[in-house]
């Protein structure tokens, strides 16, 4: 024993600057890579060359483990799960990374010998919004979550220069600014100069007779550019697997024109090539009409086909004979966005490795599986075939091909029925034709799964029902999970050394074990820890909503807390109608008792989405007046926080008490912001929309506010007729609620501004705003009740987080690797 230790530590004193993980090696680390990376010294270092000497510290850490892993992965050639997806939020990566490598004491004294601030240095950093929102940060949760479970994977997606935009609030209404998160550069990257892919477009096809007199078809584009790889290394959990993920970024293929060049158009040699860049420029906000987006098509096809191609050059390195790529590959799309890999994966085996069509075929539709993320039916993308055509010549002729095909297949199966034939045909032929990619990925994909429950089997029923009749045996069920790393461990180390203390550390790595807390719900002691660290958390974020928000909040209040993209069917203006409710109360009753709340709104609206921009025009305008009015102080208070982030959720899930997951029933696919604020305490106030069902079953009907209509409620008083107007005027608190909205009193006395919201509720509210009002009030009333029983409450919090452990996303993952990528860990020996 005593010799081992002593050869622990003779190692320790040896450690390499560059990957050892003691105090003194990191604090030598960082010194070094001040100096010789940055070319600086600790006196004259700005905060950024601080921060950036801390990243590549904690790279250097990770190259070590990549390396590591690529000769595993060389050796033995495990399957290999691709993702493929337009969107990444992968958040801050340094704290992640200090997470999973085990090493945030070490490297917390290692700068406080330098006399420097771990968080100060962390919270310098810029996260790349390269997403949307609940979609992109999924990707990111699997990316942990395949690395920690030691799966071989490569995640690809599109480096966009800027990312989602900045969210500014001026007067009460959303300002968007660009993000330019590359400004200060990226530590975390390593560019890939050398793995880089053509990208044709435009153009025509022709047909030729090749060597052996075989007919094949030839691509001739209007214009080629490149792709080039840029790596950034992801590090598993308590294990030394570093997967990658891989960005593709935009280049003009000879990086000047040089025949405009010699005709004296320097202008134009060098447009073409501001051009080309001009592809992975820019991600497209969301909740816009996809329809006419000719550059968010050419993003799609620009992603997968260097995706593509990148496979088969790892693929053409392995020696394995073509008809076995999908045993190397399990290629998932994540929505419809990479769905064009359809028809790509056939045209590269087709017409460059010139392989038969049954062949391809058979090797395409075994490498795809595709997850479905959302019933909205204006999120269902479909693209003009003039626009493809333009575009993609050749895939549109490989497209027909497949379509008609699988055509031929459905008329056997349902030969008199010709409404089957146009319901599942890939293009839409009801008025000016498209090509519906959510097809294109059903028909060439092995298996298809939604997101939650209820989702997958609402996909089966309504979107793609004629699919399921035609291969049931394709669709699964897969309920998303989130990050505990990221989410409790990094967010909320108070929580989670207190998880730890209890019931020691295997909960991070396998989140069932969360159970054994359960025997602490009623223990005084541990409860009253509880509540010292929510209580710590909401002072915290008292302090952001104070400094960006300029409100002051009192921790002792309730945190009533909605954060999530601003969205009609998402109903943060049914949250507002309870604001004005209980500002109503105190108005006609100033002495009423009432539990005291504060309100936390975070999100960002689409750009283009009107509605969703006049909702943030209402809370910032109730929170106005509300804030302002001495007669309720101390009861009510509202705040918007602007540009809603991964990191600023991490400030966020930790301190609410009270989780909002409103959607009208049968609209959220799945959500996963309901897991992170359960995960960390916060009771659920929700409809049984997507992922709340199942939380609901596993934390307890009795730990959890259920209110409003179900799926089927919803979807049948639609059917039969629905009149917001009979609901309005039958209900007294409803009505002086809208009344008081349309009066003028939170609009500087104009009556116009929030008309259009009055009048879509009063007159359509096709998400059903009215028809749940006042079970929601009912059931928010029930709410403020329970939080005065602080020890009712605190047991409640603690079942919550008992009971969470099917959401993390190692549960999904090992079932998405179970039952579609049929991948086995592939573990990394240091
Ligand atoms: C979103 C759903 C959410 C779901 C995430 C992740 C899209 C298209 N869909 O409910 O709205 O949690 O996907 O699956 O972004």
Redesign the pocket.
Known sequence: MAEKEQAAKSKSDNESIRTGLSENSIRLAFLDNLFYVQGRFLEVASPNDKYKALAYTIRDRLLHRWVATVRTYQQTNPRTVCYLSA?YLPGPYTGNNLINLGIEDETRKALAGLGLDLDELLAHEEEPGLG???????AACFMDSLATLQIAAVSYGIRYEFGIFKQLIHNGEQVEATDNWLHYGNPWEVRRPNISYDVKLGGHTEQYADDTGRLRVRWVPGETFHGVAIDTPILGHNVNTVNLLRLWSAEAAEGFDFHAFNQGDYYGAVMREVRSETISKVLYP?DEPEIGKRLRLLQQHFFVTCSLQDMLRIFHSTGMPLERFHEKFSVQLN?THPAIAVAELMRLLLDKEHMAWDAAWQVTRNTFAY?N??L?PE?LEKWPIPLFHALLPRHLEIIFEINARHLDEVRVRYPFDSGYVERLSIIDESGPRYVRMAHLACVGSFAING??EL?SRLLKETVLRDFYDLWPQKFQNKT?GVTPRRFMMLSNPGLAKLLTESIGSDWENDLSKLRALEEYADDPTFQQRWQEIKRERKSALAATIKKLCGVEVDPASLYDVQAK?IHEYKRQHLNVLHIVTLYNRIKCNPAIEMTPRTFIFGGKAAPGYAMAKLMIRLINAVGDVVNRDPEVAGRLKVAFLPNFSVKYGHGVYPAADLSQQI?TAG????????MKFSMNGALTIGTLD??NVEIREEVGADNFFLFGLTAEEVERTLTNGYRPWDIYNGNPELKRVVDLIGSGLFSHGDHNLFRPLIDNLLGHDPYLLLADYAAYIACQDEVSVAYRDTARWTRMSILNVARMGKFSSDRTIAEYCRDIWRVKPAPVEL
């Open positions: 969107e949307n929102g609940g979609l992109g940060r999924l969301n929505d997850t993320h959302t909205l999120a997101v939650a989702h998303n993209r959607s609209k959220e696919a799945s959500g996963t912001g309901n997507g992922a």
